[in-house]
């Protein structure tokens, strides 16, 4: 322990930390005045001052100058005279110079121009604060201390002072829109036969109570968004493919508004769907070759079952006429049954022989004859030009 005292000692005086052999500016003298003894501490009681000698001096006031009194270096420091001292002013020359502290100019009155500054400063606060300008299609909700106080309309409106009253304001008249999913991101969803369908639906909403919706939901968007794809999801399974892909999407986006409607209204969410938009119905990206090939064979199919049933329709029409006409013709056989009988015969002869060139009639009174003579002048001509 001794060693390192003498140690501290011998560094004091060699960088000058120590003031040896002066005087110390609280009175004391310097630091190794007073001997030590080995594991005592030194003496610390100062020496009594000598008659009419001064007394410690305050190291923060300026130099004395000789002429004031003896006294004066005794009293307590002066904030003006601290702030002199940092602008280098006072009768003492020694200390260096602070930084200049800018000050404000004064009126014309000789008084400070801050009072005025400050008031501005607390009128722009109040004025803010206070006075709030709701716009047409907007809506204000008052807080106080945290808690809702009332809604504003559209207009000016006076409130208590922040942090008294706040105000928030939200656009109620302006549709919001939500795509799901957002960029271009898949959204599968599996349909009633066991089918996937990447779908991108669009729903459009507005807020109807400015109070539900912003006390009763942490997240009213984010609610929006999820109580979306859960009535899609429902409404897609439901149908098949066919329905996704073609005239059942109108269906489709009707229950899917109505069932998002019934869960936020429970929710008491203050917001209401304006409508639901399917955008893009595709099969998933890695089976769409497969899947075109599939509906290109169901197409063709579609179309030979449209040519069967037109070809049926038309054989179908074409013999309930003609059952018509016979039904005619049998009541004018049951007038006259002979006279039917004959005319029948005729118009069934006139159709059958008027696509012949050959008519062979056979009758008991004609002869057969056979034109011998006329078939051996036509071949002789035949021989000799062969």
Do not use: C
Not at 96 to 122: C, E, F, T, Y
């Amino acid at each position: 322990m001794t060693d390192l005292g003498g140690m501290i000692a011998r560094f004091g005086r060699e960088t000058g930390l120590f003031m040896t052999g002066k005087k110390s500016p609280w009175g004391s003298g310097g630091g190794n005045d007073a001997p030590t003894s080995s594991g005592d501490a030194p003496e610390t009681t100062p020496p009594p001052a000598a008659p009419g000698a001064e007394g410690p001096r305050n190291p923060w006031l300026p130099p004395q100058s000789g002429d004031g009194p003896k006294d004066s270096g005794r009293r307590g420091p002066n904030i003006e005279d601290i702030f002199r001292n940092r602008k280098g002013g006072g009768n003492g020359g020694g200390g260096g110079r602070g930084p200049n502290i800018p000050r404000l100019p004064q009126r014309p009155d000789g008084k400070s121009w801050a009072p005025v500054v400050i008031g501005l400063v607390v009128l722009a606060w109040l004025g803010t604060s206070m006075v709030h300008l709701i716009a047409p299609q907007e809506k204000g909700v008052v807080t106080t201390f945290g808690s809702y106080s009332r809604t504003l309309d559209s207009g000016t409106a006076v409130t208590l002072p922040w942090p008294i009253q706040t105000v928030k304001v939200e656009d109620v008249t302006s549709i919001r829109r939500e795509s799901i999913p957002e960029g271009d991101g898949e959204k599968l969803m599996l349909t009633a036969d066991q089918n996937l369908v990447d779908l991108t639906y669009l729903v459009r909403w507005n807020i109807k109570d400015l109070k539900l919706y912003m006390f009763q939901l942490a997240d009213p968007d984010q609610t929006v968004r999820e109580v979306a794809e859960a009535a899609m999801r429902q409404s897609i399974a439901e149908v098949n493919l066919n329905d996704v892909m073609g005239s059942g999407r109108a269906q489709i986006e009707q229950n899917v508004r109505e069932r998002m409607q019934r869960v936020l209204d429970a929710y008491r969410s203050g917001v209401v769907i304006q409508g639901v938009d399917i955008k893009k119905t595709d099969p998933p990206a890695k089976v769409v070759d497969a899947f075109k090939e599939v509906l290109a064979a169901q197409q063709d199919a579609q179309s030979e079952i449209n040519r069967a049933q037109a070809w049926a329709q038309q054989l179908t029409a074409r013999a309930g006429g003609e059952a018509t006409a016979f039904d005619k013709v049998y009541e004018q056989y049951k007038l006259a049954p002979e006279v039917t009988r004959r005319r029948m015969y005729y118009e069934t002869m006139e159709r059958v022989l008027s696509q012949t060139d050959k008519v062979i009639l056979e009758s008991p009174n004609t002869q057969a004859y056979l034109p011998l003579p006329e078939m051996k002048r036509s071949q002789k001509p035949q021989e000799g030009g062969q």
